[in-house]
């Protein structure tokens, strides 16, 4: 059996080269690509409160993980490597982490920030490594 390495996917440039990474460095892994679907991007605007909002919301945000997985499979089809994908709802970090318990290595991309943007908005990327119990390279 192969290497099982998952890498989350979150529509970035850099989640894009983290996954081409993966398909060149290790072409006869087992790999899953993650969407997270963050509650928190909902937000607190007024719509939030509209009934059937949350249920709106929710579909465009897993027919946007779809689109992800469509790009990331012809990705792979062009380095002649399938993928699983598969979608899940929470905090993005810890939800990579926790799901990563399964696999060998975690790929992911990172936003490169730095200084207080990075402070204000923190890094999932940073996260990760800071609390996988699986190696974490970080593609930038």
Do not use: C
């Not at 939030?48 to 792979?76: C, D, H, I, Q, T």
């Amino acid at each position: 059996m192969g290497k099982k390495i998952l890498v989350p996917l979150d529509g970035s440039e850099q989640a894009t080269e983290a996954l081409s990474y993966t398909f060149s460095e290790f072409p006869d892994a087992d790999i899953t690509v993650i969407n997270v679907i963050d509650p928190i991007d909902v937000g607190y605007t007024s719509t939030v409160g509209m009934p059937g909002y949350s249920e709106e919301w929710y579909e465009e945000s897993k027919e946007n993980a779809n689109a992800l997985f469509e790009e990331a499979r012809e990705l792979a089809d062009e380095h002649g490597v399938t993928l699983t994908t598969k979608t899940e709802v929470g905090q993005p970090a810890q939800t990579i982490v926790d799901y990563a318990e399964e696999f060998d290595q975690i790929i992911m991309g990172s936003h490169g920030r730095s200084g207080v943007s990075r402070i204000l908005l923190g890094s999932v990327a940073e996260t990760v490594v800071r609390r996988s119990s699986v190696p974490v390279t970080v593609v930038r």
